[in-house]
């Protein structure tokens, strides 16, 4: 990742969001740029209220082909709780070094038991 004016964020680096040089802008989790190594992503995810998602709601992860890789198993199933947070995915990525450098698609659903509704989020991680 890079901030806005095009230097490097390290993995594990802390950072802000805004629009000064050394700041990484707002929005910016559309795109992952994976320049070496491994790096981390949250995606947080919440009902219409942004509350917690119903006790059984099914987290999966998966990536397309042809960039990044997921190193984790970031996918479970919501418990009970009467959180009024949100609730969140971490995801390991690492370089897919059997394809070299390319960019894919990496997909986080939620699937909500009673309804079967199903909810998507997609971003592209580039390497």
């Not at 990044?68 to 949100?86: D, W």
């Not at 070299?100 to 989020?121: E, H, K, Q, Y």
């Amino acid at each position: 990742m890079t901030d806005n004016d095009g230097d490097t964020i390290a993995a594990g680096t802390a950072f802000t969001i805004g629009h000064a040089d050394n700041q990484v802008a707002p929005h910016i989790g559309d795109t992952v740029s994976l320049v070496a190594g491994s790096g981390a992503v949250r995606v947080d995810f919440a009902d219409f209220n942004n509350q917690q998602m119903p006790a059984g709601s099914s987290v999966s992860v998966v990536a397309g082909t042809g960039g990044c890789i997921i190193a984790n198993s970031p996918g479970f199933t919501l418990g009970s709780g009467n959180s009024t947070a949100v609730s969140s995915v971490f995801i390991n990525l690492t370089e897919d070094t059997t394809t070299g450098a390319g960019s894919s698609s990496i997909t986080v659903s939620v699937i909500v038991p009673d309804s079967g509704t199903t909810s998507t989020f997609s971003f592209s991680c580039n390497q």
